[in-house]
T-cell receptor
Framework: EAAVTQSPRNKVAVTGGKVTLSCNQTNNHNNMYWYRQDTGHGLRLIHYSYGAGSTEKGDIPDGYKASRPSQENFSLILELATPSQTSVYFC??????????FGPGTRLTVL | GQQVQQSPASLVLQEGENAELQCNFSTSLNSMQWFYQRPGGSLVSLFY???GTKHSGRLTSTTVIKERRSSLHISSSQTTDSGTYLC????????????FGGGTRLTVRP
């Protein structure tokens, strides 16, 4: 049974539109993370959270917001989507020893 | 400069051959993790190995902190091992954040 799930799995958005990517984990981990993966750049950290109500900026936070309303849920929000945000987005959760477990990914295309 | 460098960038094997994948890092670390990713797929954790040697089936991970390197050994490769292998480290004082290497793309031919 998948412990980190993401929705939607695929999304096509228009430039300037708002996009919300959702992540749910049943691992009861305190830490959650949002990454994007692009050819030539590898995996890069966008935002992360140490628990409900907390969000922290990662390495490439510009153009993204995050929300952690509960232990289980962590959302990534693109208020004004741009074509440069076309990518594959991965959510992950981590345990107290910092091992991370990844969701299946969301493929986002911004036209 | 890059904190985590993986080598080789790509590798082609015949089924049955062994492989040694390297991960070198330029910072002190709290932890090291190895992942496997199938094309178009998600990341599957292979090892959480902050130091020493760990085994899982045909896979062996060795992290030597003082030499700032970690390796992943695949013995008797199979076509199903094809994919990308990523190492990621949590730098010391980074607050539970991982920094990823660029990956090694492995192709195992029958």
């Amino acid at each position: 049974e998948a412990a980190v799930t993401q929705s939607p799995r695929n999304k096509v958005a228009v430039t300037g539109g708002k996009v919300t990517l959702s992540c749910n984990q049943t691992n009861n981990h305190n830490n959650m993370y949002w990454y994007r993966q692009d050819t030539g750049h590898g995996l890069r950290l966008i935002h992360y959270s140490y628990g409900a109500g907390s969000t922290e900026k990662g390495d490439i936070p510009d153009g993204y917001k995050a929300s952690r309303p509960s232990q289980e849920n962590f959302s990534l929000i693109l208020e004004l989507a741009t074509p440069s945000q076309t990518s594959v987005y991965f959510c992950a959760s981590g345990d107290e020893f910092y091992e991370q477990y990844f969701g299946p990914g969301t493929r986002l295309t911004v036209l | 400069g890059q904190q985590v460098q993986q080598s080789p960038a790509s590798l082609v094997l015949q089924e049955g051959e062994n492989a040694e994948l390297q991960c070198n890092f330029s910072t002190s670390l709290n932890s090291m993790q190895w992942f496997y990713q199938r094309p178009g797929g998600s990341l599957v954790s292979l090892f959480y190995n902050p130091s020493g040697t760990k085994h899982s089936g045909r896979l062996t991970s060795t992290t030597v902190i003082k030499e700032r390197r970690s390796s992943l050994h695949i013995s008797s490769s199979q076509t199903t091992d094809s994919g990308t292998y990523l190492c990621a480290l949590e730098p010391d004082n980074a607050g539970a954040k991982l920094t990823f290497g660029g990956g090694t793309r492995l192709t195992v031919r029958p």
